[in-house]
């Protein structure tokens, strides 16, 4: 790799005078420090480095800000960060990925109300009042911080020492992108002398300000952030100011030296501007004699944490069914693994970790309350060690789970009720649960923990859906399903009766579970609504169930048809046949009604059916038009039907005769007696008689009105010879009409 020695602070020309050159240094990582106290967490460490990191740069339109996460490789130098998207892009078009927020890492700015929130791209270049960064020599300050979240360690307030570690990656970006480099995974120790220092491993590229197209991938490197002193350790954190002002540093040959005259001449530590001197951007983390030393020292570093609370035990599921082996999940939190050290082998001297086991144990099992053993009887076990103790104890397989410096760990534990109870015959042995306490003889009465665990059986469901309904010729089905309140299949057998609706049993049997389902039949049977009651007896993991299902058996269908066998007529009485049309036989009455054109009943006749036919009388009728509309009542096993039939009723025919009871001559008049006649019918109306003589000519026309039949018509006198006699009668509601011929010779006297 070739290494860059020159930095890009001088593009601009003023630049070159104020901030110098710089080479690659070797940055060397700082002792990892140990720590006694309590175990700490959810710690939060927020720092804004330095002025210098928040003004503009000295190339126009640059300046220096934070990025969360690590920005993508431009792949060459020379290339910034784009305003108008934010930074999603360098100048270049490969992505960048500026971002306000990236894992446990924000950029957070300082609002104008007080109190800091996520910046936006535009909020890392101006300050809480709006004022840009911009020019350089300003001083004005966009007072963003870096704020790294979710950090785990461990603390002693009373002997003033702490270890905190971070996870998460930043960026630290010069001149809008030209030089930066990557910070991740920083680490806090406080020696109990209030000395101590924020390691961090970086990373990033390199460039030469008088080649700016060369890019160079460096290695990742271990360096210290921050130096500490006179830090003071509280409780929930601590806040100090990281050394700077007189701290010396130590340039490599060819970069620019440093400037330790002044007010604010120093240096951040060797290793980290080591390590930035390789970026280019060396002379802004020293005094180097510019007009920017003042804005270089390091800005406060504030930390704060949460205590771990007691060890504590979380257990996925605590009732469960009395049958069957299950496996549950046992999360611990708060172990420390300082607070029990074991006292006999494997882990004699050691920290012991936890037993975490499901057991059936006496009231009193406490170890520290130096319960024996006998009051613990273990179905199953794990051990929650230390990383590098499980494979002491046997590994995995062993029962070896990780206990974390945090003091958590994840165990899977099999609960069997059955087996504990084979094995757990004392009658001491009364609870069962999920127990923790210290292993290798540890004694930390902490963390002597109990989850109880009750064994109950699931409420159990029980469908039934009808599959295939009953009809009166053919049987049907149902699907029945039993399961508990996991969706677990029943086992043994479910009772199954049906009834009709009038609660009369129909049928009953037992019928065998596969999987949790069975099928029934459903008898055929006599049209109506039916249950299906199904109840299941439970077993050692399901209770009782039970259901129902409602089904009904249709009636048949049934087409009524009339067919008139003898018309009636005005003067007699007809017939008809009325029919039931069904793949059953229907019984009970049929209903026939017969209506005038204009729809008002002339009669009602009721039937009783015989073979599924009735035959009725027909009254009757005046001739006209008439519906004949017949009607079934279904007798529970064929449905009802009405059917309509039309029926023309003629005239009856009429017949007319004529007789002389007195014969006319020219000198008396003559008497002409008609009479029409039909069979049952007295004729009404009027009848005409026309008188003609042998030349055809009409003599007289007579008319008479009909009395029961007959009219005697008086003829006036008629010259001697021959006549024609035509008789007619019109008819009447009920005749049609008829004619007559009739002969008469009239003497002279």
Known sequence: MKTVRRGI????????????????????APAAHAATGVLVENATLRWGVSNESNNAGFAPGTWNLFSAGKLGDPTVGG???????????????????????????????????????????????QNSAGASTSPASSNVFAETQLVFRNGTGRVDAAANTASVQWDGDATVIYYSGMTFFYVSDPELTVNADGSGEVTATLDGYGTDMEDQTKWVDLPATEVTLATLTGVDVEDLGLTTTPAYRGVEYTAPAGATA??????????????????????????????????????????????????????????????????????????????????????????????????????????????????????????????????GDMATIGGPAAGA??????????????????????????????????????????????????????????????????????????????????????????????????????????????????????????PKGAPGDYTL????????????????????????????????????????????????????????????????????????????????????TLPKLAPGRYSLVANYTSDGTVESATSTTTLDVAKVASRVSAAWTKKPTARKAGKLKVSVTAPGITATGKVTVVIKNAKGKKVRTLTGTLSKGVVTLKTPKLKAGKYQLAVTYAGDSQLTGASSKAKVTAKRR
């Open 533 to 616: 009651e199904v109840l299941y007896t439970g077993n050692a993991n399901i209770t009782e169930a039970s259901t129902d299902a409602t089904y009904a058996i249709g009636r048949a269908t049934g087409a009524v048809s009339t067919t008139v066998t003898k018309k009636p007529t005005p003067a007699a009485t007809g017939t008809a046949t009325i029919k039931i049309t069904s793949d059953a036989t229907a019984t009970g009455d049929v209903q026939l009604q017969v209506k005038r054109a204009n729809g008002t009943v002339v009669t009602t006749t009721s039937a009783q059916l015989q073979d599924g036919a009735a035959a009725v």
């Open 9 to 28: 602070a001088g593009i601009a020309a003023a630049a070159l005078t104020a901030a110098g050159l710089s080479v690659l240094g070797v940055a060397t």
């Open 79 to 125: 290339v910034t960060l784009k305003t108008a998207d934010q930074g999603a892009t360098w100048s270049n078009n490969k992505p960048a990925g500026w971002t306000n927020h990236a894992g446990n890492v924000t950029v957070e700015d300082l609002q104008a109300g007080g109190g800091y929130a996520p910046t936006t791209f535009d909020g890392t270049r």
């Open 258 to 387: 440093q400037v330790r005259t002044g007010a604010d001449w120093g240096s951040f530590p060797q290793s980290f501007v080591d390590f930035v001197q390789t970026t280019g951007g060396g002379p802004y983390w020293y005094s180097s004699g510019g007009a920017a030393d003042a804005k270089k020292p390091t800005l406060p570093l504030d930390i704060s944490w949460t205590k771990v609370g007691p060890p504590a035990v979380q257990v996925s599921k605590t009732t469960l069914l009395p049958s069957g082996a299950y496996e549950v999940t046992v999360t611990g939190t708060g172990f420390d693994p300082n607070l029990a050290t074991g006292t006999r082998p494997p882990l004699a001297g050691k920290p012991s970790g936890t037993y975490v086991v499901f057991g059936k144990f006496a009231t009193n099992w406490r170890p520290s309350q130096t319960a024996p053993s006998s009051a613990r009887k273990v179905g199953n076990q794990k051990w929650a060690v230390l990383a």
């Open 401 to 522: 789970v990780e206990l974390t410096p945090q003091g958590t760990f994840t165990a899977k534990l099999t609960v069997d009720k059955a087996a504990m109870d084979t094995a757990a015959t004392d009658p001491s042995l009364v609870n069962y649960g999920v127990y923790t306490y210290p292993g290798s003889g540890g004694n930390a009465p902490t963390y002597e923990t109990y989850t109880p665990i009750t064994f109950a059986a699931a409420p159990g469901t029980a469908t039934a859906t009808v599959t295939t309904a009953p009809t009166r010729t053919t049987d049907g089905s149902a699907d029945i399903t039993v399961a508990d309140a996991e969706g677990g299949a029943g086992t043994g057998s479910v009772d199954v009766k049906v009834e009709d609706g009038s609660g009369t049993e129909v049928t009953s049997e037992t019928a065998d579970l596969t999987a949790g389902k069975a099928t029934v039949t459903l």
